[in-house]
């Protein structure tokens, strides 16, 4: 069989013989076993066939053989001529001629599964791969940039950006019956929560992997340079100047936002988690704030028994340099304080959030019902009879107490804002009370130069029913009467605070060196030559003048004290004057039945070294 002689030239130009791209690297013996593969297959042919067709074109260009004198597909299947030098391996290999590798898938020689094409290197195309869909069996998704471009939705992710399984609106199968993530939810007992209630990825207790070593949150935590810190030393997505994503339009947190309907605000309009109405987590058994309840031991609570941030001895970091709450003191530029200098809340001017529509505070507003008003009428902290938080073991108010050393104290024993020597800030350039001075137009002045809250006509809140200061009163069970019928700063029994050691009133004590007595030896308020303010114009005491209309005086010309026609507290119901009035026991009248200013055995002071009545002596008379 004369097959040889091809085989053997074939394999000589097996360099000219294509492969495919990807065997380019080993091109010399991806070109030798393509050419075996060719050789093998003409042989076949030529067994089969007694006189083989011409070679085709496209072959006979890929062996070399065009233009040889005498080439002839006879010539080539019979005494070839001597093999033409083999040819340089070309830059890309050429491919096999489509018609060769047609015929024989034709014929059924060559096998798609023939170990000899993959030992040869010819590595088929992969087919197309199939367009993939969208999610839910949609229309195939074309690339980004294309004509009709869609976005690309990534496997097990929803129409909406989200996981499809996270989804509420997709009702996806994480999301339980309460609106939440079913690993995170509470009520369903989800996984992610630990036994005690919390996030297991943030509980301490648990050892959970989003505490740092400091006890915080790790994103959080300044020392461990959490990712969740900004550049301003704040949480980022809190920090308005980076604007974060959790500050909204009002330049608040959106959460606790009333304006935006923030998440966190009850429908009391109050923090959900701080409402006692609706349960909220951060209100303890007691009624407070846990974190800052001492009976529940709460990590607000320093070891001084004070809120940790703003204990100066722990160096809270509310507490600035100026040893003040940093956001309420006016050097720092604190947030509270508005333009006119005063608590931004509690400014009039300012329209501030605490002011009600009757001019006060409205949490201690009785007319609005104010969370500070208890039920005895009086401020809640500051009531004996409830136990008020500001009401120290003396019965005092704790601030405001020498004994517990209370802060408002200073070092001249006084009310701190009520010292002249300290510069306390309610005395103003006049040297008199800020908020009682006419002249500085103090907030306690009335429209009729009276204190305000004492003032009859103005209805000030301090006169009772009965027309007098209730504190004062006797009758309504003033706070200001002891138990022995008196006033009690000025009851020497009950130890009175205004009571000095001699017995006196200190204010008014000489040997005490008390405030209210002058250089000459007078109380001050009643001395013409210090023009003391109980002195009008006229050298009278203005109380008791009438040019000045003193309000002493009444409308009948008399002391309002004396007089009968008024109804002057001065006139007993015997129509006498109740301190000279035996019946009534007057404090007129001693313990012998007498007028005590005339009773020679009591030392009255009417009564002169003569034994006679100091106004009808002669003796006394002449000498003065």
Known sequence: MATSSPSSWLASSSSAVGASPSAAARAAPAGASAAAVAAGLLQRRATLVPLAPPLPPALVVVLGLEGASGCSSDAALGTPPSPPPPLPLPSLPLPLAPSLLEGAANDGHMNETDESAQIAGVKRRRPAAAPRLAAGGAAPLKAAGGAGAAVVVRRGGCEHGRRRSKCKECGGTGICEHGRQRYNCKQCGGAGICQHGRSRYFCKECGGRGICEHGRVRSQCKECGGGGICDHGRERHRCKECGGGSICEHGRKRYDCKECGGGGICEHGRRRTQCKECGGGG???????????????????????????????CGGASVCEHGRQRYHCKECGGGAICEHGRMRRSCKECGGRSICEHGRERYICKECGGAGICEHGRERRSCKECGGASICEHGRVRRRCKECGGSAICEHGRVRYNCKDCGGSSFCEHGRARYRCKECGGGGVCEHDRVRNKCKECGGGGICEHGRQRTNCKECGGSGICKHGRRRYGCKECGGASMCEHGRVRYFCKECGGGGICAHGRQRRSCKECS??????????????????????????????RCKECGGRGICEHGRQRSSCKECGGS????????????????????????????RCKECRGTS
């Open 532 to 561: 003391g303010t109980a002195i009008c114009e006229h050298g009278r005491a203005r109380y008791g003048c009438k040019e000045c209309g003193g309000v002493g005086i009444c409308g009948h010309g008399r002391a309002r004290y």
């Open 283 to 313: 209100v303890c058994e007691h009624g407070r704030l846990r974190h800052i309840c001492k009976e529940c031991g709460g990590s607000g609570i320093c070891e001084h028994g004070r809120q940790r941030n703003r204990c100066r001895e």
């Open 588 to 615: 007129g009248i001693c313990e012998h039945g007498r007028a005590r200013y005339y009773c020679k055995e009591c030392g009255g002071a009417g009564v002169c070294q003569h034994s006679r009545q100091r106004s």
